[in-house]
């Protein structure tokens, strides 16, 4: 079975704090995404990657950059973090994301 | 532009019956459709997928029906369980086109299935 690992389960960060959330999967995919999860909002696409160091912004990528220097790797970054994104963080993979992706356990991130 | 909507926020079912979740969409260009459980503090996992040449896909107690004139799509479970219990995600698709396949996903509905 795929295995898409995040690396931190739960994360309380300060407002203006860079923060770091880390994504490896194990079985060579080249896709990669990252969502965020919100009551009502469903799950929303930040950033995609579909190899190495390529990356494109999903629907809401304001505040959010991403990195992809390794195949397995996909990070997420919070240039200055704000309270509006406190949210659960989904990263996923897959060999053809039209029919579907494993998800990570996702990280729960607090900012305060 | 919600391309996918669920409307119902939540649903609550006895056990042991039928549990509906519905799904709409508005992009004519979706062809696969996909159904995803979430419980909390984890990640979605997949339950169910339907092809836009089908009209039904059937595994186990779960069935997905697509009626593509009405841009329609549910998840019937039967009969639910308890364990059941969780949300629900209606992703779609366009395997064509400059979408390159990346899923949309529904707001979620939150089923709860009482003993």
């Known amino acids: 079975d795929v295995k898409v690992t995040q690396s931190s389960r739960y994360l309380v960060k300060r407002t203006g704090e860079k923060v770091f959330l880390e994504c490896v999967q194990d079985m060579d995919h080249e896709n990669m995404f990252w969502y965020r999860q919100d009551p009502g909002l469903g799950l929303r696409l930040i950033y995609f990657s579909y190899d190495v160091k390529m990356k494109e912004k999903g629907d809401i990528p304001e505040g959010y950059s991403v990195s992809r220097e390794k195949k397995e790797r996909f990070s997420l970054i919070l240039e200055s973090a704000s309270t509006n994104q406190t949210s659960m963080y989904l990263c996923a993979s897959s060999f053809d994301p039209s029919y579907g992706y494993t998800f990570g356990s996702g990280t729960r991130l607090t900012v305060v | 532009d919600q391309q996918v909507k669920q409307n119902s926020p939540s649903l609550s079912v006895q056990e042991g019956r039928i549990s509906i979740l519905n799904c709409d969409y508005t992009?004519?260009?979706?062809?696969?459709f996909l159904w995803y459980k979430k419980y909390p503090a984890e990640g979605p996992t997949f339950l169910i997928s339907?092809?836009?040449?089908?009209d039904k896909n059937e595994d186990g107690r779960f069935t997905v029906f697509l009626n593509k004139s009405a841009k329609h799509l549910s998840l019937h479970i039967v009969p639910s369980q308890p364990g059941d219990s969780a949300v629900y995600f209606c992703?779609?698709?366009?395997?064509?086109?400059?979408?390159?396949?990346?899923?949309?996903f529904g707001q979620g509905t939150i089923l709860t299935v009482h003993p």
């Open positions: 339907i092809s836009s040449i089908k």
């Open positions: 992009n004519s260009m979706f062809d696969y």
């Open positions: 992703a779609a698709s366009a395997r064509g086109g400059t979408s390159y396949g990346k899923l949309t």
